[in-house]
């Protein structure tokens, strides 16, 4: 297969830099683009990015130009890590100019014609790309990804709605610092606290695991039919998103079952053979304190969704925490992974 | 009224410091002895006891000496931070000796005519004792404050069960590093981390709240008729217990009606009056990103049941979160307040 | 005494928030204004300002409106938490309307007839306000505290310098978060990290101390006649500035020799008696682990400058830990204390 | 080259994890056992430990029986994570009996015939291991790897005293949890705090870079001619130890010229091809602001020494700040590095 310049826009950010990290001896995909706001146009991605996240920008990034996010960028695909007030414009202007779009951003999320992908979860629904070029004329396309906290949430509850259907789904979340992007947070908000709140996430959480575990006829996706109440609070944790879920499920089932249903789950071959598959989509921990996000978000390079504490509620029926890496499965791997899945399907 | 003398058992513990602290100056009490372990045992308290609370060790404290655990102390009230496996036999043993026994641990809490108390929620089941005392031809007698999660939940609670009745509580913690004590939790686990888990905890939250919410008749108390379903977590804060409460209601209401109810919560004047209670039980905060522990545990001198972001659910009635201090309200200004309140009742 | 009307420059920052907070309830002091950036203006004081401290803003604070920082406010003296590039100008022109200002800004520390004054180290540089007012033909003035740092250190040193004599200081900090203002520091850049590098911190505590520690004859100061070399690092500490001292001194002296002479030190009675000093200057403290952030800085109010660790050095004569609170003694209290000292002496 | 087969000594321990992790693919070593205190003695690896560590037990390491640390295991070369006091006795024990000792603990590191190593440093030391089996009449040995903060400050100092000379050399650190073992410090004790002490680690950062810096005739080492001052604190960190170091050179140099001779230094071929040494043992930084342990202590997969901010001090001639990952290369990686050392030169 050749090689395909891809390009990402809102490089010099935090998930911006995770794709720069991520597609560093990529087998399919060389970076020949990177992006940047105005502050940083002209300069190396060396002198204008501050590299915030651990181990080295990769040598052949920091060479790279910081160009501005406009059309006219010698790549085929765009992985876009721009904030979402900007991605609302510019990510319909790079699709209409035949840039095949993937996007970080939630600006198009919930449109009826952009997919919103978790490869492990809804490949079928990646062919809502073709009605979206149809109906909009463009050549290229907008794929997005989900939120970081939707992520792990979201696949895990898949074998759950397979194997026994889904009521209700109370999930609340403990999530990591990095979520916020760079500078973010700031350190005197998180330093022996909590703070219980984080704008606009409990309707993403509430909202996008539903459209993904939806129906897609080809033409358009039906939602689950199940509802879900989330809280969502941000905790002095650098990477690595953990939400404990209680469920309701439509057909009663032990966590002995729960468990051997969420071990069986396999994604589909052509998922299990993308570059960036972990070689386990769903680890099941039996500790009676895992998972853990030092000890466990780096499962399966930070792609792998890891639960622990399978156990009956007291009143539904079930309870469970699970962990995803925000910045690599939930965000910039993530996309990437759609990528992937896509150009395996030949849908770009 | 005069002093009585009090005595702190297992006071070098960080339970035990905490009634140390709290004991200082108190118009109604003089501590007139403290208890330690074995090592600590004849040496004196500023000796024998690593002082780990902010501000310095009270200077009478530091002159007494460390007296072991057992029965002969001079003191007519005794205020137990005892290890559980401890408290199980040793409480019943001064209590049997005539000592009013104020107890922390989790021992006793449940037992039939053992008084599990919050001023502020069941002052009418400290008469309790009375049977207690009847029944096992004590003198003296074992009164229990509640499991340091529990409190909040319990406090925040209360004006809504005597408002709109309640059908189910979920409750997921994040709670702070001084609830196991000190040395407690290792700082591995929690730089950087989260612990989904706290042994022992999510049954006590489960069970406590219903005893408290409970209706006494003199003689016994029937549970209140709700479920509690409970996710306990262990956070990188030193102090404060954080909730997130989503509750189901016998009766519907608003959240406007709910912030309305719990800012109109006053406890009786007999408990206001008490040397410990707080100008205020039940505090409502309206911004959206409160309570948190470190800028909101210290109100009402840690007494105070701090809620915030009361809104409607999106499946149940109801969500909120909860903080309380967890070892002042929940713990040793907990069981000292109680202390007052059977006092101040003549039941002691 | 009569009240005198106070204004705070700057009183929706963290700094700021201080000065707000200090001054509630203050015996001398009643604030009459705060002023606070353009988004501010206009605003009340609650709504303008978005609290960081624990515990609440004061409601008689919360009633004010944010007034902009300029000439014209009902004030006899201003407490300025502007930024130093604000301060540069705005400063003088309040000093030159008549206004006595006490300044937390770097901005004119180093002007020779700008005082710099810790009440309890050099209270005979506060008659430089006369030489000021004559040169510079104002009926106010500028008075300055020191960098936040340099506080504690100063205060350490001072007993030292005048029993022993100093040759030379290595001092290496270990600085709290709320040194760089709110929303200062990311919390990724200090979670499970340390980031060993304060913009333009170093300088400061290198020439502050000895400025303060020089002679004045009443028409200028004289730098005292040592050296200090400074490292400092940014901690995951929310207040308290910690800083290992290796000092080589004029004249030998053994560490219980340095022990007793900072023990010894008491501030002149007229420092003593203002409303802010604290009970002690300067705490020595015996135990191998102390002085910590979190458990000292609270000593005397966060007013006292608390040591540990007082030992022979193994190359220079002594080495020694320092505590201060930073945004106490080291910001919004040193500078009321400044005024409280000058008003004390007729200067104001 | 045959593949040797190993021990770990106190294998269930957080350094004893570090070697089993290290040691997982290793091209030279086989571990053949693993050994842990009486309450794991006959449980398997999986059920004896808990894992610390991020990322997964090795599934090999799992099936391993624990056994007692005694004589009578199958290696011939025995890594020891054994407690300083356990060491004393039972490391000769294993020499006298044949095996090749390579111990992390204290006990004998400073012993005349005993090589305290770090290949990069001291690599012509190794010889002593003769003159100890021949004083002994042992036919193992023991070879010590130094303290774990001693390792990145000395490292860093070898290329300037093969340069410049050294007279005096004052350290600071800003030490990780991970240093103190599992579970070793209380998160209440590092929460929003810092202690500036560390039991007995002043001591050993004063002693040993001396020891290893110094001359070695093959029969014994004269110590380097010069002094250190140290004061060690513990932070926040889970792993890597920062030290802020200030140097007097025999020689004047600028930081130019330091930065030159630290960038130029190469170990010997001997050392530089060894399985566990990385690509560069000493890196120099050049952002105002690093090395930081988060970003920086993987360098090299924890086994390269990182150097930043290298200055001239304004009063001695030097300043910087090293960075080493003190449970990789100053601990487990260290002493692996060190064996594997030895046997590449035929001593073992």
Redesign the interface.
Known sequence: MRKRKVAVLGATG?VGQRFVQLLDGHPWFTVSAVTGSERTVGRSYRQGCRW?????MPVWAGDLPVLPSELGIDAEIVFSALPSELAQNLEPAFAAAGYQVFSNASAHRMAADVPLLIPEVNPDHAVLVERQREQRGWSGCIVTNCNCTATGVTVSLKPLLDAFGLR?V?A?S?QA??GAG????????????????I?GEEEKL?AEPLKMLGHCDGERVTPADF?????C?R????DGH?V?V?AELAQPASADEVIATMQAFVPPQVVRELPSSPPQALSVRRE?????????R??GGGMTTVV??VRA????HL?Y?VLSHNTIKGAAGGSLQNAEMLLSKGLV
Chains 1, 2, 3, 4 share one sequence.
């Open positions: 935090a915030v996240l651990p181990g080295e209700r109370f609340v403990l610092i990095s760079y500078p973010g947070v700031a350190a005197l908000d998180l330093t022996d606290n909590v703070v219980p709140f704008e509430q509802g879900i109440s989330a809280h609070n905790v002095a944790v650098s953990v404990c209680t009676s304190d895992r998972p853990q996000p030092r000890r466990d780096e499962t622990g504490r509620d007291s009143l539904l309870r925490v």
